[in-house]
């Protein structure tokens, strides 16, 4: 099993406040624009795609694994993956609660939040 | 207007040193300037355009021309594309000598990773909180191991690419690195010992990764009329192309590099094609570094890096396509963590027919040199410069 680490404090800023506060909430919202309907990541106020103003729209907190490395070299070794949302865009994440060796590319996972050092909790993601 | 032909690298240096406890980082700039210079047969009075990157001390370009004492400057250039950096701007200092901005380009780069101790590959590091990436990744445990070894396996799924082909690349470096006395690791390795090393992350091993060292290194690029009153056998710039690569709003292939787009803009420019190409320098940070650029440049399919990397043929004298005849970063040096400069020194050695003699290759009339900087797993910077013997 993935071994807890310290996660350290996510910087907020005034930009991403909205998605940081739905994270104390336990809901993962994932930025979604306004005028052209695409989701993106990571978050930002303006969509990269066509510059139009973006919502927070709560996600499936579904997707799959796009790729992922188990960092053996660590203390506590982690799993660091990429993660593609059934909304769209691919996210960088860990996988957490699963077996280091049973990983597979295309597995699906779901959200889970974990806590971090002393700022809100981070989506990660855990086998399906 | 194109820079092809329009100037000229006349000097180059490699510091001799891997690890430098007893000497500054604006000291190791000057040794590397003087030393290129020297080798240009040229003085810091004739340099009229100083170029550096985020390695050198102080914001941008000024602390260190006041250090080196480079008192006629009208050009300078501080472009920051991480350790792709030097390839970029022995392209920016060409056109600015086409321009007419200036004579007599000092590139320099140097510091000292390794006497600061610092963990380099496999410690996460917040480097701007600023930057708007930063919340979401810093937590993440992002190093510059992990993210490389994410597409290593991303391109493991998608092309069936092995570890042991990834092997052969630090094989092949190994075996280029044993006639380099200066190299940090001279010894000729097997697929065996690489596959065998310890994991750092998976699926790369400890030796699929680049060494850690002091050290750095300058070029001097000039006009033509300049160039054709030094000793050197002339190494024309003909070809230069700079991108950046990232993840597009949550949309990209981590098995495909800046290289793709500044690999076909120098390779237009210069009127070349890869498979013209004598000798290659490629970044190598990590094996699969270097095979994701090989494909993106156009040395093979993408997807076939793999097999193309195989059974020695990267090995000068053994294989088609020889590379990093220095021993590159995987066994030689990675002066600053940025391997870029040291790139584009081994292809003037090549040009100039001043590689070690086991190395050498045979009529070395056309070579190119690709940089990556920053993480190849997130968003990175991608310089290629295609330079050209007369």
């Known amino acids: 099993?993935?071994?807890?680490?310290?996660?350290?404090?996510?910087?907020?800023?005034?930009?991403?406040?909205?998605?940081?506060?739905?994270?104390?909430?336990?809901?993962?919202?994932?930025?979604?624009?306004?005028?052209?309907?695409?989701?993106?990541?990571?978050?930002?106020?303006?969509?990269?795609?066509?510059?139009?103003?973006?919502?927070?729209?709560?996600?499936?907190?579904?997707?799959?694994?796009?790729?992922?490395?188990?960092?053996?070299?660590?203390?506590?070794?982690?799993?660091?993956?990429y993660v593609t949302l059934a909304e769209g865009p691919t996210m960088l994440t860990n996988l957490v609660e699963c077996d280091l060796d049973a990983l597979r590319i295309g597995q699906p996972v779901g959200v889970v939040f974990v806590e971090t050092e002393n700022g809100p909790p981070v989506p990660m993601f855990k086998p399906a | 207007m194109t820079i092809k032909g329009k100037a000229y690298i006349a000097g180059v240096f490699e510091h001799p040193t891997r690890h430098a406890p007893d000497k500054s980082v604006a000291q190791l700039h000057a040794e590397v300037?003087?030393?290129?210079?020297?080798?240009?047969?040229?003085?810091?009075?004739?340099?009229?355009?100083?170029?550096?990157?985020?390695?050198?001390?102080?914001?941008?370009?000024?602390?260190?021309?006041?250090?080196?004492?480079?008192?006629?400057?009208?050009?300078?250039?501080?472009?920051?594309?991480?350790?792709?950096?030097?390839?970029?701007l022995a392209g920016h200092a060409a056109a600015a000598i086409a321009l007419d901005k200036c004579n007599v380009a000092l590139i320099t780069l140097a510091g000292r990773p390794r006497s600061e101790g610092v963990a380099t590959g496999t410690t996460p590091r917040l480097r701007d909180p600023n930057q708007p990436e930063a919340a979401f990744e810093f937590p993440c445990g992002l190093t510059t191991a992990n993210g490389y070894a994410m597409c290593a396996m991303r391109h493991m799924y998608q092309y069936g690419t092995t570890s042991e082909q990834l092997a052969w690349i630090k094989v092949a470096a190994s075996h280029h690195a044993q006639h380099n006395p200066h190299a940090m690791l001279p010894e000729v390795v097997t697929v065996a010992d690489v596959v065998n090393s310890p994991v750092i992350a998976d699926p790369l091993h400890?030796?699929?990764?680049?060494?850690?060292?002091?050290?750095?290194?300058?070029?001097?690029?000039?006009?033509?009329e300049i160039a054709k009153s030094l000793h050197w056998p002339p190494v024309r710039i003909i070809g230069a192309g700079e991108t950046?690569?990232?993840?597009?709003?949550?949309?990209?292939?981590?098995?495909?590099?800046?290289?793709?787009?500044?690999?076909?803009?120098?390779?237009?420019?210069?009127g070349v094609k890869p498979a013209d190409i004598k000798y290659v320098s490629i970044y190598d940070s990590f094996t699969i570094t270097v095979l994701i650029q090989i494909e993106d440049l156009g040395f093979c399919e993408k997807g076939m890096g793999g097999k193309f990397v195989a059974d020695?043929?990267?090995?000068?004298?053994?294989?088609?396509?020889?590379?990093?005849?220095?021993?590159?970063?995987?066994c030689n040096n990675h002066p600053a963590n940025r391997g870029g400069m040291t790139k584009v020194i081994e292809a003037v050695r090549q040009l100039r027919g001043e590689a070690h003699p086991a190395v050498q290759v045979k009529?070395?009339?056309?070579?190119?040199?690709?940089?990556?900087?920053?993480?190849?797993?997130?968003?990175?910077?991608?310089?290629?410069?295609?330079?050209?013997r007369e």
């Open chain 2, 312 to 330: 020695g043929n990267l090995i000068s004298g053994v294989g088609k396509l020889p590379f990093n005849t220095d021993g590159g970063g995987l």
């Open chain 2, 33 to 88: 300037a003087l030393g290129a210079l020297a080798d240009a047969g040229l003085t810091r009075d004739d340099v009229d355009g100083y170029f550096c990157a985020g390695d050198a001390p102080g914001p941008g370009p000024a602390s260190m021309a006041e250090y080196l004492h480079l008192t006629k400057l009208r050009h300078v250039d501080s472009t920051e594309l991480g350790g792709a950096s030097y390839v970029a």
């Open chain 2, 244 to 270: 950046v690569k990232h993840l597009a709003g949550g949309s990209f292939d981590l098995t495909i590099s800046g290289a793709a787009r500044s690999g076909p803009a120098a390779f237009a420019e210069a």
């Open chain 2, 206 to 224: 400890r030796l699929d990764c680049c060494v850690i060292s002091d050290g750095g290194g300058a070029l001097v690029v000039v006009k033509p």
């Open chain 1, 1 to 81: 099993m993935a071994v807890a680490r310290k996660i350290p404090s996510p910087i907020v800023n005034i930009e991403t406040e909205p998605f940081w506060k739905a994270a104390r909430e336990r809901r993962f919202v994932v930025p979604t624009c306004s005028t052209c309907g695409r989701a993106h990541w990571y978050p930002r106020a303006i969509c990269p795609f066509c510059g139009g103003n973006i919502a927070w729209h709560d996600a499936s907190g579904r997707g799959t694994i796009y790729t992922y490395s188990v960092m053996r070299r660590a203390k506590e070794p982690y799993v660091i993956a």
């Open chain 2, 363 to 388: 009529n070395c009339d056309l070579a190119l040199a690709q940089g990556t900087g920053m993480q190849l797993g997130t968003r990175h910077c991608s310089a290629t410069l295609i330079m050209e």
